[in-house]
């Protein structure tokens, strides 16, 4: 079992940034592969990006790729997203997702996550 518990989230203008934080308890982080997906009311949830357990291999949504960078810090089981040049259609809940996966590698597939933490909400104004 792993508890995902994201913090960051709030309001910021276009063109800001924001990071959000991701704290791991429970099994050993580093045997995780994570993820961050967001969902806007009324859409289908979408994957933002994914890191593997080493953090040295990372994957983006086309949407974010040169404005969002996912990193982890295994030692403090903590996950991180920056964000940068905030759009307003960035506005959405994000989520932490870990898929157990010590062999490597990584997915952004939400169906392949069995852990998610509760969301937190960041809004982008014009």
């Known amino acids: 079992q792993v508890q995902l518990v994201e913090s960051g989230g709030g309001l910021v203008q276009a063109g800001g940034s924001l990071t959000l934080s991701c704290a791991a308890s429970?099994?050993?982080?580093?045997?995780?592969?994570a993820g961050w997906f967001r969902q806007v009311p009324g859409k289908e949830r979408e994957s933002v990006g994914a890191i593997g357990w080493a953090g040295h291999n990372t994957d983006y949504a086309d949407s974010v790729k040169g404005r969002f960078t996912i990193s982890r810090d295994n030692a403090k089981n903590t996950l991180y997203l920056q964000m940068n040049s905030l759009k307003p259609e960035d506005t959405a809940v994000y989520y932490c997702?870990?898929?157990?996966?010590?062999?490597?590698?990584?997915?952004?597939?939400?169906?392949?996550?069995?852990?998610w933490g509760q969301g937190t909400q960041v809004t982008v104004s014009s």
């Open positions: 429970g099994q050993t982080f580093s045997s995780f592969a």
């Open positions: 997702a870990a898929q157990f996966r010590p062999w490597g590698g990584l997915s952004r597939e939400g169906t392949e996550y069995e852990y």
